[in-house]
């Protein structure tokens, strides 16, 4: 099993940066974790997502957002750039310990672990 706690997350005006973190604790082989957000009556969508040091990234961040991950701290990270009002929402990193591969590692139900989620509020 692996915890999975959030930070970083805050409100800031169009145009602006925010970096979200992500500590695991726990089973230390997160091979595959990843963003996901979910604004009101949206769907959870993927944001960025990193499997064995290859990462992917939904097409509306890319270029603005950059996901990396401190193996011996077991932490991820978010480096969010040039925000926009469309990004609010609340943000989630998530794990799954079952896969090294693509497959099994790109949607929401992919993923067994969760954490509680941090609130990024972007205004114009």
């Known amino acids: 099993q692996v915890q999975l706690v959030e930070s970083g997350g805050g409100s800031v005006q169009a145009g602006g940066s925010l970096s979200l973190s992500c500590a695991a604790s726990g089973d230390p082989h997160t091979y595959c974790m990843g963003w996901f957000r979910q604004a009101p009556g949206k769907e959870r969508e993927g944001v960025a997502i990193v499997l064995n040091g290859k990462t992917k990234y939904a097409d509306s961040v890319k270029g603005r957002f950059t996901i990396s991950k401190d193996i011996a701290k077991n932490t991820l990270y978010l480096q969010m750039n040039s925000l926009k009002p469309e990004d609010t929402a609340m943000y989630y990193c998530?794990?799954?310990?079952?896969?090294?591969?693509?497959?099994?590692?790109?949607?929401?139900?992919?993923?067994?672990?969760w954490g509680q989620g941090t609130q990024v509020t972007v205004s114009s």
């Open positions: 998530a794990a799954n310990l079952l896969t090294q591969l693509w497959i099994g590692c790109s949607n929401p139900a992919d993923f067994g672990y």
